[in-house]
C-alpha cells in the first residue's frame, strides 16, 4: 500500500471476478500499513493537536485509517465473484526482527481442508505456538484472519 487513498485497481477487480483458483484460497495481504503512521500524524496535527500529543495518539490513529481502508477493500473485493478468503496486513516487516505468525494464523484458517491446514502447521517448526494453537483448537469453528 504505497498511497493510503489507493483503491482496488481493475486489475485486483478482475482478478476476483474471473479467477477461480479452486480449492486455493487466496488472501489479500497488505504491506507498507507503516506509512499510514505519517498519514495519522498528520491528521492529528491538522486537527489542532500538538506534535508530542500527535505522537501520542498517532498508533491509535494509524490503526482506525488502516480499519477504515481495509473496510473499503474487503467491501469492494467482497462484491467479486471469487472474493478473497481472508484479509491481512502485516507492520514493520523490513525489520529484522518482523513477525509474520499471523501471516501462518491466516493461512491455516483458510485453508478448507483439514490434511492440507495439518501438512502447513506441521512444517512451520519455526513456530512451535502456532502448532500448539491449533492442535488445542482442533475441531473449533475457525474465525479467519480477520485480525489486523
Known sequence: MTDSHRTVTAAEQKFFNECDTGHV????????????????????????????EA???????????????????????????????????????????GDCTLLMECTANVLNEEGLQRLFISTQQSSIGICVKYGVNKGQASDGCERI
Open 25 to 52: 484460497p487466496v488472501i489479500v495481504l497488505v504491506t507498507k500499513v507503516d506509512d499510514l503512521y505519517c498519514r495519522a500524524i498528520r491528521e492529528l496535527l491538522d486537527g489542532g493537536l500538538t506534535r508530542a
Open 55 to 97: 505522537k501520542e495518539r498517532a498508533t491509535e490513529k494509524q490503526g482506525e485509517l488502516l480499519e477504515k481502508w481495509l473496510e473499503h477493500v474487503k467491501h469492494e473485493l467482497g462484491m467479486c465473484k471469487f472474493p478473497p478468503k481472508g484479509y491481512i496486513s502485516l507492520q514493520k516487516m523490513h525489520q529484522e526482527d
